[in-house]
């Protein structure tokens, strides 16, 4: 997958977020950021702090209190904490610390 195809990935994973998707992300958001406690331990500690900024922006904008933001940007934001923690993506979770190869490449992605 090139760099190129990578960008459109995120981009459509992030059209096809509906705003219930969104919101309800929003509302499950105080139980995910506990699991990006998860990477503090891991080989990839920033992406803790990456994800917990990402998850910042989706709640801000979807509640209002941040309303400047471009909307595509925020719904790329919010497909990264998603990918995140949804069970099935392109390298699995359950290979151990490889299978966040892709998780973490997707939030960096979204900073790029």
């Known amino acids: 997958m ?3 195809d990578f960008h459109e990935f995120i981009a459509r994973g992030a059209s096809r977020l509906t705003e219930r998707d ?3 992300l929003v509302a499950e958001m105080p139980d995910l950021r506990e699991q990006f406690s998860r990477l503090r331990e891991s080989a990839y500690p920033d992406a803790e702090r990456q ?3 990402l998850s910042e922006v989706v709640d801000r904008v979807w509640t209002e209190a941040h309303l400047d933001m471009p909307y595509g940007a925020a719904l790329e934001a919010a497909f990264a904490v998603a990918y995140f923690v949804r069970d099935t993506d392109l390298i699995p979770d359950s290979l151990g610390p490889i299978g966040l190869t892709d998780d973490i490449a997707v939030v960096q992605a979204v900073f790029a």
Do not use: A, G, P, S
């Open 22 to 24: 969104v919101h309800r």
């Open 2 to 4: 090139t760099e190129t």
């Open 51 to 53: 994800l917990w900024f």
